[in-house]
């Protein structure tokens, strides 16, 4: 590492020693997703290191040793598929009335 070369630092040493810093500067982070989508990514972290637990146990069962770091399977998450995959009614805040509106009842 040269001298004031701290950029490489970052990357190579801390993000790979705090899975939280390396989760929450992935992609639906850096902007371009709505705050509605950051709000959900935001609650999943969770949910997505255990996936990623997950993938470390099926390479371990195969008698392999995990190729991709963290940091790649962040890279390499389906963010976008995974979110327009839901229902509005299960993204945060969502609310089916927009697509299905009350129905009134006249007498």
């Not at 997950?54 to 392999?64: D, F, L, N, P």
């Not at 995990?66 to 805040?93: H, I, K, V």
Request: aromatic content about 20%; hydrophobic content about 35%.
């Amino acid at each position: 590492m040269a001298a004031g070369d701290f950029g490489s630092f970052w990357q190579e040493y801390v993000l790979p020693a705090a899975p939280e810093a390396a989760y929450f500067s992935a992609e639906p982070f850096k902007g371009g997703y709505s705050p509605v989508a950051q709000q959900y990514w935001g609650g999943q972290y969770g949910d997505v290191t255990n996936e990623y637990v997950g993938y470390i146990g099926q390479e371990a069962r195969a008698g392999r040793a995990p190729e991709n770091t963290f940091l790649d399977f962040l890279e390499q998450y389906p963010w976008t598929e995974r979110y327009t995959a839901m229902s509005p009614s299960m993204r945060p805040g969502g609310r089916t009335s927009r697509f299905a509106p009350a129905t009134r009842y006249v007498f």
